[in-house]
């Protein structure tokens, strides 16, 4: 007999040729329809079919109700009973993402009044809360403790990243949308309107006080986009690291994104990023439009008045159609501040409220995930590692009158991943879940030992049946690489510390008929205080690719 052992250390990986496709599926009334099979769908890239690979139907505890893979079929292992975790350990997480850098202290005092009642009124005791904000100030980390959740809360507060000029400086007075028209788009008719606010609103109406207005008016509308743009990477950059913060916690991930919306038009490829990083790592983000009910002023409002002087070019001046043009520019901005949010929810499989002050009904429905939806999975056929984009369609089968959701495309890599980061990946992924997968029959035990008042040795053992493995010979010997990876988390499901074993197995034919009858076994150790822990245990098999995840809860008592 000849097995090599290596340890590894733990760490994230999350690359992969590989597209994912989360699909929320509504019939009539809203409610979600979790009966349809894989034959039901029909998946597009560029217009082109795609082979889906990958399927599963998850319910809204994130139990795979289903599941297949383009892989040969194996026999089914024993039947064994469901092992679950403790009532006591996490199981699902909920961060409140608070855009407090771009949200109005209005805004942000009634969603965080809402926020505070749903989290009395919704927030079970295996659930896990945080309150986490774009400014980065006031972050609470995932707790079951109320109180300190409520006391977060309380403190939040606008925190502007972009910093407003004095109102005397204030001129033209534009909006985000205009100032986008003007830096972006060039858009001649707007920078001219713009140039007659400079005449009036600095120099009284009198173009011969203003020596270069458009230079103002382009000056003006360059600050604000500059600001705007600022605050808009910031915002989906702590998005994007809260992803990855509960990438590394098992069971449901949501995140509540509550926030005004902004213009995010140049900043595609990070929001499409930001949702094939949160479907990798099974991270629903459902938003909450905290502007509410808002409806258009004729004119604008006190500080966007429409009145200008004629201009000799356009003939533009004020009256009914300065006003017409006005609101349809507000109009236009208003609804494009929220597609970010809107687009990030559609592609993760959330929920998008919005246009609605009942912020307490907004609360229930994005902070629920969808009782059923379907993850689809493909290779994509002759990809080019070109970083270009693709879009996506998903569609079902046959005459339905069903509603879809799911996303809208994704950016093609720029080069090649190799298969290591690909199985690494799975691993990761089943290793932060807390769904039991039983492809190879796999026995685990546990058991700790006090040492000393403050600490305690905690010893996980995995029994592996060698006849569920895949040889193949080299050199006259059996050969198979066996993946063991046991992770240890709290009970607000913080990775406590996780181990890696690789051994590799070279066997003579009479040592393998031995193992066959014993079984393959491993032991890891940890050192943890006294409290209650979940322990998750992720075996592969190289040759097969058939991988097991198991839990046990353990408590080590004070």
Not at 538 to 547: I, P
Request: hydrophobic share 40%; net charge negative; with cysteine.
């Amino acid at each position: 007999m000849r097995t090599e052992e290596t340890r590894q250390s733990f760490t994230l990986k999350a690359q992969r040729n590989e597209v994912l496709v989360r699909v929320v599926v509504r019939q009539g009334g809203g409610k979600a329809v979790g009966t349809l099979s894989k034959d039901d769908f029909r998946l597009f890239d560029n217009g082109k079919p795609q082979a889906i690979t990958v399927f599963s139907v998850e319910s809204n505890s994130m139990a795979a109700a289903s599941s297949e893979a383009a892989k040969p079929s194996a026999p089914a292992p024993e039947p064994q009973p469901e092992l679950k975790p403790s009532p006591a350990t996490a199981q699902r997480f909920v961060a409140f993402y608070f855009d407090d850098i771009v949200m109005s202290f209005e805004d942000l005092a009634r969603t965080r009044d809402a926020a505070e009642l749903y989290l009395h009124s919704s927030v079970q005791p295996t659930d896990r809360a945080g309150i986490f904000t774009s400014s980065g100030l006031g972050d609470l980390d995932f707790t079951g403790d109320h109180d300190k959740l409520r006391e977060a809360l309380a403190n939040l507060k606008p925190h502007p990243a972009a910093v407003r000029p004095e109102s005397g400086l204030d001129c033209p007075p534009l909006s985000l949308y205009e100032a986008y028209l003007i830096v972006e788009l060039h858009d001649q008719q707007e920078l001219e309107i713009a140039t007659l606010k400079v005449i009036q609103c600095a120099c009284g109406g009198d173009p011969t006080r203003c020596p270069d207005p458009q230079q103002q008016a382009q000056s003006r509308a360059m600050v604000i986009w500059n600001g705007n743009e600022m605050q808009s990477r910031q915002s989906l950059r702590v998005l994007t690291s809260l992803v990855r913060r509960l990438a590394l916690l098992p069971g449901q991930r949501t995140i509540l994104w509550v926030s005004q919306g902004f213009l995010a038009i140049t900043l595609h490829q990070e929001v499409v990023e930001l949702a094939d990083r949160a479907l990798r790592n099974r991270v629903v983000i459902n938003a909450l439009d905290a502007r509410g009910l808002y409806a258009m002023v004729p004119g604008g409002d006190a500080t966007q008045s429409s009145d200008v002087p004629l201009s000799p070019v356009t003939g533009f001046s004020s009256g009914p159609a300065a006003s017409a043009r006005l609101v349809s520019i507000q109009s236009t901005g208003q609804s494009m501040n929220a597609d970010v949010m809107a687009e990030v929810a559609q592609e993760t499989g959330g929920v998008f409220f919005h246009n609605n002050n009942d912020y307490d009904t907004g609360f229930r429905q994005a902070g629920a995930l969808p009782e059923f939806s379907y993850l689809l999975g493909f290779s994509p056929q002759n990809l080019k590692y070109d970083g270009k984009y693709h879009k996506l369609k998903v569609e079902l089968t046959g005459a339905r009158s069903y509603t879809v959701q799911a996303r809208r495309g994704y950016y093609a890599p720029s080069q090649a991943p190799d298969a290591p980061e690909r199985i690494e990946e799975e691993i990761q992924q089943a290793v932060f879940s807390q769904d039991e997968l039983r492809e190879l029959p796999v026995e685990i035990s546990t058991q700790f030992f006090q040492a000393g008042d403050q600490g305690a040795k905690l010893s996980v053992g995995a029994r592996v049946d060698v006849h569920s493995l895949h040889f193949h010979k080299a050199e006259g010997r059996n050969v198979d690489d066996l993946t063991t990876v046991v992770a240890v988390f709290d009970r607000d499901g913080n990775l406590v510390d996780g181990k890696k074993k690789v051994v590799k197995l070279r066997l003579r034919d009479a040592t393998l008929e031995k193992l066959a009858q014993s079984g393959l076994g491993t032991k890891t150790a940890f050192d943890v205080k006294p409290g209650t822990y979940l322990v998750r245990v992720v075996v592969r098999d190289s040759e097969s690719g058939q991988l097991s995840a198991l839990n046990r809860a353990v408590e080590i008592p004070y």
